[in-house]
Every structure is written in structure tokens, then in C-alpha cells.
């Protein structure tokens, strides 16, 4: 029987998830489907417990669902419960659901193929809400020299940094020093605005990374960095394919996808 898998969320129409996800099913010949699943406000649970009552498999999980999934699975993976959020959900074989967060480790795949020096780098993370939340506990795995949280509000950067040992917080004011490695995960670049981070911060660093991607143009963030001559200087479309792929080998424990041929066809 076809397996059903598929992505909640509200609004859904726009999400690439169902072209990402037929694209591998393809490639590593599983039979299943995909579909997008529009989650009514305030009906998570009914929602999905109706597609896993129904067959369903496993699903992903976007804005604004994510942490409804937190609550809904009956285990969590670490990266789960680091992020606090969730991304996916596989219905297990004695019919319990395991929770688990897949964007920050498909960030960290990204940042590896890329070559993003990681390992005895200094880090800043831009932002201090849930998207950096979820990439922290990968990034410091990779056992960077330093990791800075800059965050508009202060206390929400001391609060994620706090999580971590040697992790440390501030706000844009004080942001000082010198970092190799840029991440932007706060929301500005959908309102096309910048974070207020000096030009010699951007001039200091060799790679930038924005969690945010436009098709077929850059972020304000992208071409904030190109500008100041950031050498490498990459969107987060890599991270979004990377996550999907995360996600479907959890699936389909036997499926294995090759991560530049999967950007090749997708991009
Ligand atoms: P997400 O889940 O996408 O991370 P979020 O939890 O709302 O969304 O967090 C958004 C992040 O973008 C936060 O770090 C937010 O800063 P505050 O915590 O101070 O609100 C940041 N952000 C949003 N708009 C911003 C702006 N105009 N300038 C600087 N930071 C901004």
C-alpha cells in the first residue's frame, strides 16, 4: 500500500515540502504520497490525529504548528526537546508518535558542505527567537571557539544562552569583537530589513549564512554581506533541503539521498 506523508501547517499553499519530498521518493524508488494538510487555528490534535487514524505515516511540521507537534508527540528526540519545537512527526511501529527537529541539523549540513569554517570558529547567531533556538545545539556540537546570541531583546539572547555552557548573549549595542562565521536567524529579511550590525562586524568575516531564501534573488541579509565583501555568503535554501532530507531518512530508514544532487535538481 502507498505510505502517506505530508506537511501541516496554516497557510500551506506556498510550501516547497511536497515537491522536495516527490523528488526523493523518486530518486530512492519508495512508494508514497504527499500532500500539503492546512491545520484550522486552535486544531492541531484533531487534525493529526485524524491523518495518523487515517494511515498516515509521518509528517512535517511548519509556522504556526510547530509547537503543537512538541506537544503532541509521545517522545522527543534531544533535538527536540533542545529546540523546543518540532518538525516532524513518525508514527512509530506500537502506533506512539516520536517528535523530533531536523532544521538545525540540516543547517549544519549545509554549513558543512559548504566548507563554513565550524570547528574552533567564533560564531554569532543574529536573533534569539525559535529558529535559533533550533540551530543552537547543532552548531555548538561542531565545537566552535565561541558562540555569541546579538539579540534586539536582550533578555531572550541571555535566556538561549543560558541553555548552553559558555554561550554568550548581547544586544546590539554592545555587540563587539570579531567573528568568522555570521548566521542570521532573525525574521527581518521577510521585511526586507537588516539587524543592526555594524559593516566592520560583516567586513571581519569570511562566511554568512541568512536561514531566510528568496527565489531567484537575495535577502537584504545576502546582499548586506556580498557588499561588505563576505567571501562565502549563502541563503537558507540548503538548510530547507537539508532538513527535508533529515526528515524523510528518518522515514525511510533505508533511503539514502546524495545532498548536491538533491540541490542540483531542486534549486
Ligand atoms: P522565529 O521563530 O522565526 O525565530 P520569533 O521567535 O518571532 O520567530 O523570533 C524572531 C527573531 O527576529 C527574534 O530574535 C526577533 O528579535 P526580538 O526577540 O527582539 O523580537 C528578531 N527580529 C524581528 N524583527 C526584528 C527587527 N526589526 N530587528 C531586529 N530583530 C528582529
Redesign the pocket.
Known sequence: MTDRYAVFGNPIAHSLSPQIHSYFATQTKQDLVYDRVLVPEGEFKATADKFFADGGCGCNVT?PCKLDAYSYADTLTEYAKAAGAVNTLKKLPDGSVLGDNTDGRGLVLDLLRTNCPLKGSRILI?????????ILKPIVEQLPQSVTIV???LA??KDLASLYEGVEATD?SNLDGYFDVIIN????SL?G?L??ISDSIYKNASYAYDLMYRKNENTVFVQKALDCGVKQVYDGFGMLVGQAILSFELWRENAHLNFNECLEYLK
Do not use: M
Open positions: 509556522v543574529v536573533g534569539a527567537g525559535g529558529a535559533a533556538r533550533g539579540n534586539r531583546t531572550k539572547a546590539y536567524a532573525t525574521s527581518t521585511e530589513k539587524p543592526a
